[in-house]
T-cell receptor, first 117, second 117 residues
Framework: GAVVSQHPSRVICKSGTSVKIECRSL??????MFWYRQFPKQSLMLMAT?????????EQGVEKDKFLINHASLTLSTLTVTSAHPEDSSFYIC?????????????FGDGTRLSIL | GESVGLHLPTLSVQEGDNSIINCAYS??????FIWYKQESGKGPQFIID?????DKRQGQRVTVLLNKTVKHLSLQIAATQPGDSAVYFC????????????????FGQGTILTVHP
C-alpha cells in the first residue's frame, strides 16, 4: 500500500521549455502533497506544500511563478517548471500524505530527473 | 534555526554485521520522527517511524531508538545485507518556536551506508 507514482522519470529539453511533472497517489487519498528538489549528494529541500483544492504554500526563496503547483484532486498534483533554464536542472521528487493527520509518513515517488540544455 | 543533522556522513560495514546510523535533532518540540532509505536515482522509501511517547520501535531487521533527553535518534539494521546499501535520512515533524506543527518534515543531511560482501 501507499504507492506514489511520479511521471515522467526523466526529461531532457531545451532552455525556455515548460515542463510538467505529475504525482499520483495510487492506492490512497492524498490530502497533502509535497514537492522537493534534490541536488547530487545533498538532502531533500522542500519547495512547496499543497493541499487538495487550495493554493500551494511555497517555501522561502521558491518562485511561485516559476514553479506552478496544482492539486486538483485527492490523487493528483502537478508541478510545472515554467520557462526552464539550465539552473533548473535537478532531481524533483514528490510525496503524498494521507488523511490520518500530520504524524504519519510521507510516501515518495521515484523522482523526475530534469535536464535543461 | 532548528535543524536535524547526522553525526556520520558515511558508514561502511561488512555483510552480516549490524549497522547503526545516528541522527541529532535540535527541536525539542518535535514529536514524530521517520527514517527513510534512498537508493541511487530513486525517491526515499519509508523504513520506520516513531512518536515521541516511545523510546524504541522495532520493525523487520530494523530498530529505531529515540533519546529525547539528548535529542538523539538512531537506526539499527541487523544482519546488514548488500541490498541495504543506500543513503539513509532521518526526518522530523517540523515545528515552530511555539511548538505549532508546520505539517511538514525537516530532513537531515543523510548517511551513506555501504555494505561490503
Amino acid at each position: 500500500g501507499a504507492v506514489v507514482s511520479q511521471h515522467p522519470s526523466r526529461v531532457i529539453c531545451k532552455s525556455g521549455t515548460s515542463v510538467k511533472i505529475e504525482c499520483r497517489s495510487l492506492d490512497f487519498q492524498a490530502t497533502t502533497m509535497f514537492w522537493y528538489r534534490q541536488f547530487p549528494k545533498q538532502s531533500l529541500m522542500l519547495m512547496a506544500t499543497s493541499n487538495e483544492g487550495s493554493k500551494a504554500t511555497y517555501e522561502q526563496g521558491v518562485e511561485k511563478d516559476k514553479f506552478l503547483i496544482n492539486h486538483a484532486s485527492l490523487t493528483l498534483s502537478t508541478l510545472t517548471v515554467t520557462s526552464a533554464h539550465p539552473e533548473d536542472s535537478s532531481f524533483y521528487i514528490c510525496s503524498a500524505r494521507g488523511a490520518r493527520g500530520i504524524n504519519q509518513p510521507q510516501h515518495f515517488g521515484d523522482g523526475t530527473r530534469l535536464s535543461i540544455l | 534555526g532548528e535543524s536535524v543533522g547526522l553525526h556520520l556522513p558515511t558508514l561502511s560495514v561488512q555483510e552480516g554485521d549490524n549497522s547503526i546510523i545516528n541522527c541529532a535533532y535540535s527541536n525539542s518540540a518535535s514529536d514524530y520522527f521517520i527514517w527513510y532509505k534512498q537508493e541511487s536515482g530513486k525517491g526515499p522509501q519509508f523504513i520506520i517511524d516513531i512518536r515521541s511517547n516511545m523510546d524504541k520501535r522495532q520493525g523487520q531487521r530494523v530498530t529505531v531508538l529515540l533519546n529525547k533527553t539528548v535529542k538523539h535518534l538512531s537506526l539499527q539494521i541487523a544482519a546488514t545485507q548488500p541490498g541495504d546499501s543506500a543513503v539513509y535520512f532521518c526526518a522530523e515533524n517540523a515545528r515552530g518556536a511555539g511548538g505549532t506543527s508546520y505539517g511538514k518534515l525537516t530532513f537531515g543531511q543523510g548517511t551513506i551506508l555501504t555494505v561490503h560482501p
